[in-house]
């Protein structure tokens, strides 16, 4: 399962498109699925696209979910499998219990699982929402699992979720291609992004980088200026992100026509892909979260992830976990066992991501 996503208005649905039909092509079975709630799939391949798969070329199947239409066909099939495990609830409280927060995305990210098991596709291409609508939605399984089991709704309900979240931080099964544009404002974002999703255990495989001006060449006069001006600014912007990173970055100029169609999107991959396979990257290997290792008097713990010199890190020892919080994504981890009769008495950050220190009988931090 590849996800694609991006700050919103930086191409990511004909990127996830164009790979999905770089994929059918080479033989594969796909489907590419619309979470985004704008729904321009269609638009993109230029026909119709609905909440059914549908057969879009040979071995290229599409269908787009719709977040909303979905929770309201889904209401009295909820309602009636809370009462079903609370058999004393009224209606009323049964429809309360219902309005749980982001149920709406739950149910969406839920039906994408859904129709990826149900197909018989050997690469499930996922367009998401913008950035910021995609952390919170990779959030929410962990997030209303415990809510749910906290609530007592039932152990069935937060079984569903607790196997959606396994799909998602499972390595060997899903990755995430961040799509961006070489602007320092949309770089900043996908920096904040990369560390959001590496506490949250969501693999990063890839960057794409959308929309880079075309080199003028020989051409001469105002517009061949510009180009040159624009371009040595992108390529700045890029050369300090590719610096700082050890992810691959994939490039793609911008077009003068917009790609439409599975022609216009298969030479939008050969840029984008070039003779590579566009499941390259893709494979089970992935850097562990947590790591420890020895130190003089006691030990270390790395939290692996992308920071920056910008980075905002707040750190909590709550009882057997840590609370993490990078710019405003917050996350329990649990504590290796190893480290829990420890306390922690110091915390860095560096190239390697937050490094805790624990010793036996230190002062708690």
């Not at 077009?255 to 169609?261: I, K, Q, S, T």
Request: charged share 25%.
């Amino acid at each position: 399962m590849l996800l694609f996503t991006g700050k919103g208005g930086v191409g990511k649905t004909t990127l996830a498109a164009a790979t999905a039909a770089r994929l059918a092509v080479g033989g594969h079975k796909v489907f590419v699925v619309s979470a985004d709630p704008a729904h321009s799939l269609g638009d993109v391949f230029g026909v119709p696209v609905s909440a059914d798969p549908s057969e879009v070329d040979t071995c290229l199947y599409a269908a787009h979910v719709d977040a909303r239409g979905l929770a309201d066909r889904s209401w009295q099939a909820i309602r009636r499998e809370i009462r079903g495990f609370l058999p004393g609830l009224s209606d009323v409280d049964a429809a309360e219990l219902t309005v749980l927060p982001g149920v709406d995305e739950l149910l969406a990210l839920t039906e994408v699982a859904r129709l990826a098991a149900d197909g018989p596709w050997e690469v499930v291409v996922v367009d998401c929402g913008p950035t910021a609508e995609t952390l919170r939605l990779l959030a929410l399984p962990e997030a209303i699992g415990g809510y749910l089991e906290r609530l007592s709704v039932g152990r069935h309900l937060a079984d569903r979720v607790g196997a959606l979240r396994d799909v998602l931080v499972d390595p060997a099964r899903t990755s995430v291609r961040l799509v961006l544009t070489p602007e320092r404002i949309v770089v900043a974002e996908t920096r904040r992004t990369l560390a959001a999703l590496a506490l949250r255990g969501v693999r990063v495989d890839s960057l794409v980088v959308n929309r880079l001006v075309p080199k003028a060449g020989r051409w001469r006069g105002p517009a061949a200026s510009w180009l040159r001006v624009r371009r040595a600014e992108q390529e700045a912007v890029l050369s300090e992100l590719d610096a700082s990173m050890t992810l691959p970055l994939r490039r793609v100029e911008h077009r003068a026509a917009e790609p439409v169609g599975v022609r216009s999107l298969l030479g939008l991959a050969d840029e984008l892909y070039g003779e590579t396979d566009p499941l390259e990257g893709a494979g089970p290997y992935a850097t562990p979260l947590l790591s420890v290792r020895s130190a003089p008097g006691g030990y270390e713990l790395t939290v692996t992830l992308p920071l920056t010199d910008e980075s905002t890190v707040e750190l909590a020892r709550v009882g057997d976990e840590l609370s993490v919080t990078v710019d405003g994504v917050r996350r329990l981890v649990a504590l290796p066992v190893l480290l829990r009769r420890h306390e922690v008495t110091d915390a860095t950050t560096g190239p390697d991501g937050l490094v805790v220190r624990f010793e036996a009988g230190g002062s708690p931090a």
